[in-house]
């Protein structure tokens, strides 16, 4: 089984400065993972996945994670938020063996000041 | 353009009645999936199934059921039982190798 911990719940940020939402994964197999980003009253989207290959993935609007498998961790970041950063981000994790289900962490609250 | 559909976005249920959620999609996944949504919590996993005829309860499957007739479609249904059932639901569905893709959500209020 999988499990997904997220450690800060709310994370206020100025606008520009940078930003790191942190996420944590334990599991006995190896796993696929993935951050959300969820705005308020609509559905999850896909910001980036890690499959295979590099360790550091990017989305087209400027968060990058990397997959550390030693320290099982999968940290979002992003150099310089913008107002429209604004949002909750749940990271996830599924098996690569038994694609099963998707587990979700309980999501971290994103403010970014202006 | 493929994707997950949910209907009603807003649903309004009185004490004591069932209501049933619609969750389609058309992109050809194999598995589908339920989330509960409350205020300032993260997701969780009501049901899913992962093959037509077939679906496994989820963590907080009490209150609740579900049908998959179809791989296409996995409805969700609101019991009487259901003591809090106020909260955001969301549909997903994922495929081999995919991530999972979600529906935009309904709102279901008890008045």
């Known amino acids: 089984a999988q499990s997904v911990t997220q450690l800060d719940s709310q994370v206020p940020v100025f606008e520009e400065a940078p930003v790191e939402l942190r996420c944590n994964y334990s599991?006995?197999?190896?796993?696929?993972l993935f951050w959300y980003v969820q705005y308020p009253n609509q559905g999850l989207q896909l910001l980036l996945k890690?499959?295979?290959?590099?360790?550091l993935v990017e989305s087209i609007n400027g968060f990058e994670a990397e997959f550390n498998k030693s320290q099982t961790s999968f940290h979002l970041r992003k150099p310089s938020v913008h107002i429209s950063d604004t949002a909750e981000y749940f990271c996830a994790v599924s098996s690569k063996t038994s694609y099963d289900k998707v587990i979700f962490g309980p999501g971290t609250s994103l403010s970014v000041i202006p | 353009d493929g994707g997950i559909t949910q209907s009603p976005k807003y649903l309004f249920r009185k004490e004591g009645q069932n209501v049933t959620l619609s969750c389609e999609q058309n992109?050809?996944?194999?598995?589908m999936y339920w989330y509960r949504q409350d205020p300032g919590q993260g997701l969780r996993l009501i049901y899913y199934s992962q093959i037509v005829n077939d679906f496994q309860k989820g963590d907080i499957a009490e209150g609740y059921s579900v049908s998959r007739e179809k791989k296409e479609s996995f409805p969700l249904t609101v019991t009487s039982a259901q003591k809090n059932p106020t909260a955001f639901y969301l549909c997903a569905s994922s495929g081999a190798n995919t991530e999972a893709f979600f529906g935009q959500g309904t709102r279901l209020t008890v008045v």
């Open positions: 890690y499959l295979s290959g590099s360790t």
């Open positions: 599991s006995s197999v190896s796993v696929y």
């Open positions: 992109l050809n996944h194999d598995a």
